[in-house]
């Protein structure tokens, strides 16, 4: 089992052999800052691997925050911003919608850069003294091993797909009892699934559906309520007693190397060959019979085989290939190969992006060799490879996400017109005594400016302020007025409606007056 590296909150980041003690040395200080990753079980042992060395690395240097969840939970922790990059086997899923809503986000504003290649492998422990001891399966058989149609090694379908596999024991054929010839009997615990929703479901359904007889096997269990197991190829599976979901495969594993019942079972537990080689490196992988009809498990010439005939989908995604009608044309390619991406988000602010493009290229070129690619993974095929690093030159070449700049207003103000001469104005059609009600003289007020009322145009820096120029007064009528506004200039012209306002006033103070 490859070292594995902890972030030490203390100290920094150190490596820890298989038991042994965390060393005490910083290797790569903790600074506040990390770049963020949220992954999926499949690239997990590569990030423990490969932590240490782009932190350490003088050409690297990036301090790398990685945590292990779930396929959905890595998208999901993406589109909340809590991560730069997430990494799964699958681009975002209808039951991402919601998320990529509320993110103001669609699938196509992020780019799915292959990572690292491994295979869905279904661990077996049969129980048997001979630990060596293996299953070969076909999907009428992995069906009833998940369902718990098949309870024992002994019944039919596992005796006709097992013809020939000198590594199951037998009960002799000369056996007086029920079991002669047939695979030695040994009662099967529930299988081991990965609850909630992810890739492995998705491989595990799309292999069953992959032939009838698998489909009639998975479909055909009696169950209350009737039918949940008629699912089609689905990435989560049916809710079900005789199914034990557990939280990943890590405990999956766990719960494997426990499961010999005091040497009166077996059992059968399917998780990513990279966590089956740190885990169980002696465990035996189940041989599935692939399109072609060959027993084939998982290593890395069958896997390599099934990686070359993945086509890639218009949604940047490698399809594994499962049947003749989708191009399954060799017959020692295995037949649930998986390839796990980086998901990036194509508007990355320079900073974020340029460490992203540097981690992502290195781990598709150095850390594919053997020095740095953990045991259970396959090199990149060439072809992945050359997609990475095309899609991480056009990454590295896009634009700065558009910036907004908000440009302060200005404000203009007219000047006021000149002050108005207010001299007080004499009628004299009074006597020469002044205005009516005994000579008294009426001045009109100075020059008044009203609060100053702002208009701000539409789509315009500029805010333009115009005050208001009111004229206020009260003047009577009379030929001299006229005159007088004359003399005032045409900037009174804006108080005429004041004035015939006034004017009308006038004549009624003259009838009370007498006057004419």
């Known amino acids: ?140 058989s992995l069906a009833g091993i998940l369902n718990h149609r098949i309870e024992n090694l002994a019944e039919p379908w596992i005796d006709v797909d097992n013809v020939g596999n000198a590594s199951l024991p037998r009960v002799p054929a000369d056996d007086p009892g029920p079991f002669a010839g047939k695979p030695v009997p040994q009662r099967l615990g529930d299988p081991l699934v990965t609850a909630g929703h992810s890739n492995d479901n998705l491989l595990l359904t799309r292999y069953l559906y992959s032939d009838s007889d698998g489909q009639s096997a998975w479909e055909g ?29 890590y405990r999956i594993m766990t719960e494997m190397g426990v499961a010999d019942f005091g040497g009166n079972g077996a059992r059968v537990g399917c998780v990513d060959s990279s ?23 998982p290593s890395t010439d069958s896997v390599q085989r099934a990686l070359a005939l993945m086509p890639l989908g218009n949604d940047g995604i490698y399809k594994p290939v499962v049947t003749t009608a989708e191009g399954f044309t060799d017959a020692q390619a295995y037949s649930l190969p998986i390839v796990t991406y980086a998901i990036v988000p194509k ?12 981690l992502l290229r290195w781990i598709v070129t150095t850390g594919q060799d053997a020095d740095h690619l953990p045991s259970g993974y396959v090199p990149l095929p060439a072809r992945m490879v050359a997609r990475s690093t095309s899609l991480l030159d056009d990454l590295a070449k896009v634009p700065p996400a558009p910036t907004t700049t908000t440009v302060a207003p200005t404000t203009t103000t007219i000047a006021p017109p000149p002050t108005i001469d207010t001299t007080p104005v004499t009628d004299f059609n009074n006597g020469g005594g002044g205005y009516s009600g005994g000579g008294t003289t009426d001045t009109v007020p100075t020059t008044d400016t009203l609060p100053a009322t702002t ?3 539409p789509g315009a820096a500029e805010v333009v302020t115009r005050p208001v120029l009111a004229v206020l007064g009260r003047i009577r009528s ?12 045409g900037v009174l012209l804006l108080a005429g409606p004041l004035v015939d306002r006034r004017r009308r006033r006038s004549g009624v103070d003259k009838a009370k007056d007498g006057t004419s």
Not at 225 to 239: I, N, R, Y
Not at 275 to 297: D, E, M, Q
Not at 480 to 489: A, H, K, Q
């Open 1 to 140: 089992m490859p070292p594995r590296f902890l972030l030490v909150p203390a100290a920094g980041l150190v490596a820890v052999g298989p038991g042994s003690a965390a060393s005490s040395e910083a290797t790569c200080p903790i600074t506040d800052v990390f770049f963020r990753v949220a992954g999926t079980p499949s690239i997990d042992q590569a990030m423990l691997r490969w932590q240490r060395e782009v932190c350490l690395s003088s050409s690297i240097g990036i301090p790398l925050d990685f945590t292990q969840v779930a396929d959905a939970e890595a998208r999901t922790r993406l589109l909340a911003d809590e991560v730069d990059v997430a990494v799964s086997p699958l681009p975002f899923q209808p039951y991402d919608q919601q998320a990529l809503t509320d993110a103001k986000a669609k699938a196509s504003d992020f780019v799915y850069v292959p990572l690292t290649a491994s295979a869905l492998s279904c661990v077996v422990n049969l129980g048997y003294s001979d630990r060596s001891a293996n299953l070969q399966v076909t999907p009428r």
């Open 221 to 249: 269990k009696v169950t209350s309520p009737a039918d949940v197991f008629k699912t089609g190829a689905v990435d989560e599976l049916p809710s079900d007693a005789s199914m034990q979901s557990v939280a990943g495969p």
């Open 275 to 297: 966590i089956a080689a740190a885990l169980g490196p002696t465990r035996p992988l189940a041989r599935l019979r692939n399109a072609l009809g060959t027993f084939v498990g």
């Open 347 to 358: 508007n990355l602010d320079n900073a974020t992006r340029a460490t992203a493009v540097k």
């Open 455 to 457: 208009t701000t145009i």
């Open 478 to 489: 009379g030929g001299p007025v006229l005159s007088g506004l004359l003399g005032l200039g």
